[in-house]
Structure formats: C-alpha cells, structure tokens
C-alpha cells in the first residue's frame, strides 16, 4: 500500500470531495467558475453525515473554532471546518480569496457589509441551514460576519482558494 494513502485520515465523503476537488483546480483558475463549480460539489456532499472526522467538529468554549481539515497537496484550495456554540460569531471581515461555505449542521446567521464614504451599511441578513451553500469572490460581495444563529453546535464548511494551513486564515481584514 502507498505510503500516504496507509496514513490518509479522511473520511470516504471527505476524500470524494476532496477528489472532485483535485480534478477541478487541475483544469480551472478563473476564481467566479472555481467558486461556482465548487458550490454545486460541496453541496453534493454536505448530505453525507459522516462528512467530516470527530476531532474536525470539536468546538471552543471562548471562540468559534477552525479546524483545517484538507489542503490541496499544491496549495491550490483548503477545506476548514468552522464550529460554532451558540452566540459565538466571527468579526466583521472580508477574504483573501475565492470562499465557498457550506452548513453542515445547525443554523448560521450571515450579515453583509458594503463600504461607502460613512462606513459600513448593512445590506442583508440571511439564515443558512444544513444543506445551503454560499459563494463569495473578492473584492465585491464579500464583507460579512456569520454566527451561529441556533441552540445547539453549528459547523459549516469552507472551501478557500488558498493553502489556509500557511495562511493561518482566510481573512484578510477585520472591520470596527
């Protein structure tokens, strides 16, 4: 047996996505289609329950927790789960890249900001539930803040064009 496959701790949803994954960033580079393409497979996958692996769903008592659950072998896109208590919510902020989110449990609240001459100006607010993914490419339509808007643990999927494990993460500016 190959060495790295003895030692691959995906899940079997884990590794079809991520194969799905590996095909599409080996023939596409326009981020609207990678991040478009993306969505509809995250969203295939988001049914299968055993997704991710228990230690990429624990969460913090203090924060919203990320876990970098796979990254492209060339750095080409990163799966990071995000695991949420109640309450508990990012700042506001927008991304380095192309960002594809998906919930996989619970339900998450996502407020967008746009920048004018004033400042930031909300300018929606939408629940997602398991199953609903998002889309966001920078610079438009990407200021936002997500918390987790249910009772119980929330944990979404985020699929970032960029090798999140040197990045540390997928922000790049956090807002007031």
Not at 91 to 105: L, S
Not at 106 to 125: H, K, P
Not at 142 to 150: C, F, L, P, Q, T
Not at 151 to 164: E, F
Request: with cysteine; glycine share 8%.
């Amino acid at each position: 047996m190959n060495a790295a496959l003895a030692f691959d701790r995906r899940t079997s949803g884990l590794r079809w996505l991520t194969e799905r994954l590996d095909a599409l960033v080996g023939v596409e580079r326009d981020p609207h289609v990678l991040a478009a393409r993306t969505a509809m497979t995250l969203a295939a996958a988001l049914g299968d329950d055993a997704l991710l692996d228990p230690r990429h769903q624990e969460p913090s008592d203090d924060r919203y927790r990320q876990h970098v659950v796979h990254v492209h072998p060339r750095g080409l896109y990163s799966i990071v789960s995000l695991v949420w208590k109640p309450g508990q919510a990012t700042p506001i902020h927008d991304h380095i890249t192309w960002c594809v989110v998906g919930v996989w449990r619970g339900v998450e609240r996502e407020r967008r900001y746009e920048l004018r001459d004033a400042g930031l100006v909300e300018r929606g607010c939408e629940l997602a539930r398991a199953g609903d993914v998002s889309i966001a490419v920078p610079p438009a339509e990407d200021i936002h803040r997500v918390e987790n808007a249910g009772d119980g643990i929330a944990v979404s999927i985020h699929v970032y064009g960029a090798d999140i494990s040197v990045l540390g993460s997928s922000i790049n500016r956090v807002y007031g």
